[in-house]
C-alpha cells in the first residue's frame, strides 16, 4: 500500500483494486505509529479523514471522480482550514480555528482529497531547520550511515517533506518564501515545486511575506508533483496577485522530451563552502541532460551573491507589517494581566511569538522606520530588481536554469543555531527566485558520502512551469532515485 | 550602522513587543550581526534602477468597488480571546 506513487494511488483506486477508505486508514495507521518519532503533524484529523475516504469511495463507486478523488494528503499548519486548528507553528495562533478554508485546500477538497491533518512547520514558515515550531522539532526521515543522530527536515515545509517522506502521506501542500519548499525536499530526498509567484492563491494562507511567499505541492516524484499543483493552481479574485492564466496540463508536461533546450548553469551558484559532492552532483545532472538532446550553456547572474541579504531586508520588513494583525484582540492568544492597552499588546506578542520570529519582526520594523526606510528597504528593493534584470536577460538565452538545491545535505538538531546568519546561508540557492518571483523545483538525485539525499534545482521563466516539470523528469529518469529513508511506513 | 541598547528598546516599543533588561544585550548582539552582514548592499550600485516593489510580473488587477463578503460578525467573532457580546474587550482606556 505505501509502495503506491500518488499517480499509482490514483490508478489503483479507480481500477477499484483498493478502496479510498484502505488507502487512509493505512495512512492513518502510519501516522499513529510514526509521528510520535518524527513530529511531522501537529494536529491529526483521521477520522475527519475517514469521512472524507468514504465520500471518495462513493464516488468512485457511481464513476464520479475528481483529478484527487481519494488521494490522502498533509497540509502544512499555515493553510486555513473551516474547523480545523490552524497554528503557523506559533503559540499565538494554538487557539485559532478558521472559519473559512484557504483557496489552495479548497481546490484541493473541489477535487476529491483527503486531508489527514496540519503538517508542522516553522513558526510562521521563518526556518530552514523547522526547529522554530512551538510545536516542537520535526526529525528527518534519513539518518547518517552508522550514526543515528537526528537530523533537521529543512524548512520551514519540514512537517510536509518529512510526512511525505517517511510514507505518513502521499503528498502534501507546501509554501515557499525563500526556499521553503525546495530546502526541506532536498533533506528529505523527496520532491518539491514552488511555481510562479501568481500561480497559486495566497488568500487563507497564514501570510509571512506577502511579495514572495508562494504556496506549492511536495511529493514523492515530478509527475505527483505536476498533478497535486494542476490542482492548487488557479485565478482565485480573493488574492490581488492571483494570476487570471489558464492552467496548463503540467502532467502531460513531463513526459515531453528536452532535445533542444537550452539549459542555463550560472557560474554564481558555484560557492565557497560548498559540499564536495555538490559539484560532482550538479555536473552528472548537466551531462545527463546532455544526453537526452539538451544543449548547456555557461551563464551568469552577477547579482546573486546579494540575494540573501536582500532577502533579510524585504521579507522581515513585509512580516514586521503582515505580523502587525496579532494583537491578543480580534483573535489569537492573549497574555492577560496589562495595565492599559499597549501592555496587552506587547505582553501578548512578546509570550505570543517565539525568538526567531520576535528577531524579523524588529529587524522589519528598524528597516522600515523613518530615517532608516531608503538606506535599508528603498535600497533593497532596487538590488531586487537587478536580480530580477539578471534572470531576465539570461532568459533569453536559455529555457530552464539547473543548479544545486542546496550547499549541503542535512544536517544534525541544534547545529547552526548560534548564529542566525548561518542558518540563512542555507537558502543561498532558493531565495533569488523568490525575489524575481520564478518557478523553481528540487528533485534527489544522488547521496552525498554520509549516505544522504542531495537535490539539485530546475529554475524557469515566468509561468513556464512545464518546461521545469519536462527537464525535471528528464534529470529524474536517469537519476534513478529510488532510495528510501530509513524510518518509513511499511519499512 | 550599530544599534545601542536605546536604539533597540526603541524598536521593540515600535514593534509592540515587550523586552526585558537581560533580553536587550542580546538582542543589540543579533540584530547588530544582522545588519552587518546586510550593509554588504552597499558594494551594489543602484544608481537609476527602479524599485521592485511586488513579487507579480504583472500589473495590479482592478475591480469593481462593491461589497462582495460580510455579515459574518459570529464567524469573526468566534476567534476572540475575550469578548462582551458582540464586541471584543480592551482594557480601559478612558478614566
Redesign the interface.
Known sequence: MFDFTLSEARDALRARKISARELTAAYNRAIASLNSQINAYITETPELALAQADAADAALAKGEHGPLTGIPLAIKDLFCTKGVRTTAGSKILS???P??ESTVTANLLRDGAVFLGKANLDEFAMGSSNMTSAYGAVTNPWTRRGDNRPLVPGGSSGGSAAAVAARMALGATATDTGGSIRQPAAFCGITGIKPT??RCSRWGVVAFA???D?AGPIARNVEDCAILLGSMSGFD?KD??S??MPVPDFASACKRSVKGLRIGVPREYRMEGMAPEVETLWQQGLAWLREQGATIVDVSLP?T??GL??Y??VAPAEA?SNL?RY????????TEG??????????T??DG?GAEV??R???G??VL?AG?YD??Y?????????I?RDFTEVFRDVDALVTPATPTAAFGQGEKMD???TMYLNDIFTVPV?MA?LPGLALPTGLDASGLPMGLQVIGK?FDEETVFAVSAALERAAGFTTLPTLRAGA | MSLDPAAVRRIASLARLRVTDAQVAQIQGELNGILGWIDQLNEVDVTGVEPLTGGALMAMRMREDVVTDGAQAEAVLSNAPDRDGPFYTVPKVVE
Open positions: 487557539p485559532f480555528i472559519p473559512y509567484y501568481g506577502s511579495s514572495l508562494q479574485p490581488s496577485t494570476a487570471d547579482h551573491k546579494y541579504a536582500t533579510y531586508i514586521s502587525a494583537d491578543g484582540v480580534r483573535f489569537g492568544a492573549r496589562g495595565h492599559d492597552l499597549t501592555e496587552l499588546y506587547e505582553n506578542r512578546a511569538f520576535q528577531r519582526i524588529m529587524i520594523t528598524y522606520s532608516y538606506a535599508y528603498l535600497k533593497a528593493q532596487k538590488v531586487r530588481a537587478l530580477l548564529d542566525p546568519v523568490n518571483g515566468p
